[in-house]
T-cell receptor
Framework: GAVVSQHPSRVICKSGTSVKIECRSL??????MFWYRQFPKQSLMLMAT?????????EQGVEKDKFLINHASLTLSTLTVTSAHPEDSSFYIC?????????????FGQGTRLTVV | SQQGEEDPQALSIQEGENATMNCSYK?????LQWYRQNSGRGLVHLIL?????REKHSGRLRVTLDTSKKSSSLLITASRAADTASYFC???????????????FGQGTILTVHP
């Protein structure tokens, strides 16, 4: 099956620094990448949707200048948490989607647990 | 914003019993999916049911969809301790356009199966 490889799986950073999370689609072209965030014991909340070659569309309440998304190729999308603060500590997970109905459902990355100290 | 609401929020059962989780949503959908997540780890896709389907089976899983009531249920039969996890429903409203495949998740049900 199709695979989205997400790195790193865990990262601890100091407050005020930036962290980059990468998602690579290994065997399909991810025309769209969705980025989700999950706080402890809560559900997944969509942060933004990015289409290759276009600017990302952010959900209401998500700061686009803080969460920079780059989707410059069909196999790589990155999320950069800039000037991270402890409240940004969360589980971040990407999901690659490709045109074609039958392939709509199963391409999540493994997730990144970010801890800001 | 959350599309789905799930109940119960937490379910505790004994091994061998059946577990039923429900999901309700607000808008018309293209399909509804169920996912499993073990203790804050990645998501495992369980099953997808399209809006024109009423029931699907996969192993010990049975999913129903009632579009008139905007609700779905996930039944796990003969549960095992290894089924302990959080279960989420997620809906897809649009199947095309730039938001193709956008999933909106419910709040989830935490299932604990005691050996």
């Amino acid at each position: 099956g199709a695979v989205v490889s997400q790195h790193p799986s865990r990262v601890i950073c100091k407050s005020g620094t930036s962290v980059k999370i990468e998602c690579r689609s290994l065997d399909f072209q991810a025309t769209t990448m969705f980025w989700y965030r999950q706080f402890p014991k809560q559900s997944l909340m969509l942060m933004a949707t990015s289409n290759e070659g276009s600017k990302a569309t952010y959900e209401q309440g998500v700061e686009k200048d803080k969460f920079l998304i780059n989707h410059a190729s069909l196999t790589l999308s990155t999320l950069t948490v800039t000037s991270a603060h402890p409240e940004d500590s969360s589980f971040y997970i990407c999901r690659g989607s490709s045109a074609g109905w039958l392939r709509a459902e199963a391409f999540f990355g493994q997730g990144t647990r970010l801890t800001v100290v | 914003s959350q599309q789905g609401e799930e109940d119960p929020q937490a379910l505790s059962i004994q091994e061998g019993e059946n577990a039923t989780m429900n999901c309700s949503y607000k808008t018309s959908i293209n399909n509804l999916q169920w996912y499993r997540q073990n203790s804050g780890r990645g998501l495992v896709h369980l099953i997808l049911i399209r809006s024109n389907e009423r029931e699907k089976h996969s192993g010990r899983l049975r999913v129903t969809l009632d579009t008139s009531k905007k609700s779905s249920s996930l039944l796990i039969t003969a549960s095992r301790a290894a089924d302990t996890a959080s279960y989420f429903c997620a809906t897809v409203i649009n199947a095309g356009g730039t938001s193709y495949g956008k999933l909106t998740f419910g709040q989830g049900t935490i299932l604990t199966v005691h050996p």
